[in-house]
């Protein structure tokens, strides 16, 4: 860079230094930008991203590298559950909502009420894994074994062809939009028995499962370990293929909402997310690709 000169955020040089030739090299510049359409990239935004603890690793990588890309880009990422980052999109808290459940008709209510417009971007696809402790020589199960394991019909894994041991159900909590999608999808509306072990997030429901003999629980695809054994649903393997083609029956979209159709830095990060090179982002942290 010519000294004594800075670019600001619309190309133009500011000189510091009173020089004729400094004067008539910046008239150039700012001919050049003008006469050739030339942009040069500002990011004076700051954008929050909020919500799903399944949507967390892959915003979390993408904000990493865009940023890195784009020097000035301010993206701040949390998790806290798909209802979390609802919410802070209704009260204007958050400006991307990450969730892996749909937003309910009375939280597109709320948000009209709160002059918020809720708009969906779909990113991803994801599918609900049902994990066991890998002590456990369950590999696969129907949905309606799940099921009745998950409201309390079954509690021994005697009564599904395993040893005799107890079950120890573990469950996200409600906030969570993957505790909605199961139930949805697997519960069929009917409440999860009430010892069940509540966590905050799929890594919490993992790390549980690894450590507890006897264990079930669920995840997002993309939380699947070595440290956990990840069971066939109704003899189908969660996969990209099976997710995709709706042959495995628990899959779901995942979601980024914003307030009304993206603009600014979030059009342009969920537009980067959405590229291929944030796509295969989205396979390397295990997920689903939507190309």
Known sequence: MTPGANWNCTG??????EDKEMKVLSKALILAVVILGLEIPCYAEKIVVEGSTTVLPIAQKAAEVFMNSNPGADISVRGGGSGVGIASLIDKNCNIADASRAMKDTEYEKAAGNGVDAKANVIAMDGICVIVNPSNNIR?????QIKDIFTGKISNWKDVGGSDEKIVVISRDSSSGTFEAFGELVLKGEKVRPDALLQASNQAV???VSRTPGAIGYVGLGYVSSSVKAVDVDGVKASKETVLTGTYSI???LFMYT?????????????YILSPEG???VEE?????LR
């Open 140 to 144: 696969a199960m129907t949905k309606k």
């Open 206 to 208: 993992a790390s549980t």
């Open 285 to 289: 942290e295990g997920f689903v690709g």
């Open 12 to 17: 133009v040089v500011s000189v510091h230094k």
């Open 279 to 281: 796509q295969k982002l």
């Open 251 to 253: 899959g779901r979209p």
């Open 259 to 271: 307030n009304g159709v993206p603009k600014g830095l979030a059009k342009q990060f969920i537009d």
